[in-house]
């Protein structure tokens, strides 16, 4: 059994989209290769609901799924397709863009905003695949404790506990708490991009101190382990999916194979045939 050392450590930054939304920027279009087949994270954590109300109204996607997941808070979501939808906290949504999809997230006010979005890429066969929208709400969420360690499986498996099964691609999200000095081993699948963001609180992995809103990425190996400080508790989200090994071109909301192929999604957004469903 192999450990995973480290490969890539990111320290997510302060940025603001949609109407005006105050976020941190973990991944990006210079991460894309070495974090594939996942695109972009996106963290929430704000106590001021002006830092976030302004929402993201309606905007398309196409090539991709978005995965919003919500510790606390709450968001509105609402689609081309007739979905309307309230993630709450403890609350996910898988979305799968595929060959187009008009959206809008409307977080509302509350105590604190603390989450975080995903984007996860589509493989060139399934880019322009049918739309859908999954809400997955806590008894969809397997929860296991093992060790002081509380693990809710999103999607994937964990032991015996399982999440949702993505159509797509079959990535393995975990959101994992860990008490003060708590420490816990996590399988890995030799053929995956595995990498973890502490979203809330410091934590030490392979004997090295990695700050909170840190993105963490393994080499090649069986498992990992995390833990946390002696002196503060560690939540930390764990992802994995099969890399894609393809050409990425990425324009704003929109992500394919190929330049050609993102020319032509934009010069349907302009000529009002972007959205094939009704």
Do not use: C
Not at 36 to 49: E, H, K, R, Y
Not at 107 to 115: E, F, I, T, V, W
């Amino acid at each position: 059994m192999q450990k995973r050392e480290i490969n890539k450590m990111i320290r997510g930054q302060r940025a603001t989209d949609g109407a005006g939304v105050r976020l941190v920027r973990v991944l990006g279009h210079k991460d894309v290769y070495d974090f594939d087949p996942f695109l972009m994270l996106d963290s929430f954590d704000s106590t001021n609901p002006s830092d976030y109300t302004a929402g993201f109204p309606m905007h398309p996607h196409r090539g991709i799924e978005t995965i919003t997941y919500l510790i606390s808070g709450k968001i509105e979501h609402e689609d081309s397709m007739g979905n309307k939808d309230t993630i709450n906290p403890g609350e996910s949504q898988w979305m799968t863009a595929g060959s187009g999809i008009m959206h809008q997230e409307m977080p509302k006010a509350a105590d604190r905003m603390l989450g975080f979005q995903l984007w996860l890429n589509l493989p060139r066969e399934e880019k322009m695949a049918e739309p859908a929208y999954l809400a997955i709400t806590r008894d969809m969420i397997g929860k296991i404790n093992k060790d002081g360690a509380e693990v809710r499986v999103l999607s994937g498996s964990f032991e015996e506990k399982t999440g949702v099964a993505p159509h797509h691609i079959p990535a393995s999200i975990y959101d994992i708490s860990l008490a003060k000095g708590g420490r816990i081993q996590i399988p890995t699948k030799s053929d995956e991009t595995v990498f973890v963001f502490l979203i809330e609180g410091d934590g030490v992995i392979n004997e090295e101190t990695v700050l909170s809103k840190t993105a963490v990425l393994f080499g090649e190996g069986d498992y990992i382990t995390v833990s946390a400080s002696e002196e503060t508790e560690l939540r930390f989200i764990f992802f994995a999916g099969k890399p894609l090994h393809e050409p990425i071109a990425w324009g704003g909301p929109i992500v394919m194979n190929t330049q050609a192929e993102l020319q032509h999604a934009f010069d349907e957004l302009n000529k009002g045939t972007f959205i094939k469903h009704k």
